[in-house]
């Protein structure tokens, strides 16, 4: 079976790419450029331009299904609010197009939780209303409503995920983008033997591994499901303070390296613990695609690729 995975320069796209390509799959992979020299002679990484509608006919021919990661970061969104919203709705219309008429059998968006809300506190289930107004939330939501519209038209099946904080240990060390959080701390501690917080670590957050991620993609790529809405939260269901997470890296960190490690917290904010979160996993559970994740497992796993991957600074 053939998948096509948009994106793939990101940490997911990237990921995604190896596991599926370990699990037998045939997988293509839609960039806009390839942004590192291992990538320069993959044939299975292919450059596109998402507005033309010649690049996504020939690049979805013979493809069974779709993994829809491509789009502008928080980042992007924030500096350019009206560009950004259009051109991640621009891009997955034209992308649907190319699946209609390549008879794809699924499409799957990789959509955000944040969605919800710009103050992500409370319970939150699929049925939650939607109502963050910040650019890079609006973006996803109008993609996750085109998308919804070719499926309830029958023209194509689609399933939207709605990711938490996607963690695990990446399969290159050549990502340009190191602001995801276990990703930064991690790199932190391999090159100063410290870790400085940008926050005083009393916020909460949904951590999901890369394990359980995969586990959910491959059951939805092998098996059918008719959804009464297809959008679902992919989640961990439990979610961590940034100190929790801090001192289960400390005390695996010792664990490896029998060092201490420094810490620089700032000084404590006010009323940081009132934005607990939880998000449903019932949909997940009740269609068997959650797995159990080890989150010490995954740290350790992260902390000896970075240890062996990064030199430290003097």
């Avoid at 998948?3 to 992979?29: A, C, D, K, P």
């Avoid at 006919?57 to 980042?75: E, L, R």
Wanted: with cysteine; net charge neutral; glycine share 4%.
């Amino acid at each position: 079976m053939k998948v096509l995975i948009t994106g793939g320069n990101g940490f997911i796209g990237s990921n995604l790419y190896n596991y599926l390509l370990l699990n037998n799959y045939e997988v293509v992979v839609a960039v806009r450029f390839k942004t590192f020299d291992l990538l320069l002679d993959n044939n299975n990484y292919v450059e596109v331009d998402y507005n033309n509608s010649n690049d996504l006919i020939d690049i979805c021919k013979n493809v069974n299904y779709i993994i829809h990661t491509a789009g502008p970061n928080s980042s992007y969104c924030s500096e350019n609010p009206i560009s950004s919203i259009n051109q991640r709705v621009e891009i997955t219309q034209n992308l649907l197009n190319a699946a209609v008429l390549n008879n794809v059998e699924k499409f799957i968006y990789l959509s955000s939780v944040h969605v919800y809300s710009d103050n992500l506190t409370g319970f939150f289930s699929e049925t939650n209303p939607t109502i963050n107004i910040n650019p890079y939330a609006i973006s996803h939501l109008n993609t996750e409503n085109t998308i919804l519209k070719f499926h309830n038209l029958n023209k194509l099946e689609c399933i939207i995920l709605r990711l938490s904080n996607v963690f695990g240990t990446p399969n290159n060390i050549h990502f340009s983008n190191w602001d995801l959080f276990f990703l930064d701390i991690c790199k932190q501690i391999a090159t100063t033997e410290k870790l400085s917080l940008k926050s005083d670590g009393s916020q909460y957050r949904d951590f999901i591994s890369l394990n359980s991620f995969f586990f959910t993609i491959q059951k939805l790529l092998k098996n059918s499901y008719n959804f009464e809405l297809p959008i679902l939260n992919l989640a961990n269901g439990h979610s961590y303070s940034i100190n929790e997470i801090v001192n289960k890296v400390e005390f695996i960190y010792k664990e490896i390296t029998n060092k201490n490690l420094q810490i620089n917290r700032f000084k404590p904010e006010v009323n940081n613990i009132l934005n607990k979160n939880e998000f449903s996993i019932n949909k997940l559970k009740n269609y068997g695609l959650y797995k159990n994740q080890n989150t010490d497992i995954e740290i350790k796993n992260m902390l000896i690729y970075f240890l062996n991957n990064f030199k430290k600074t003097s």
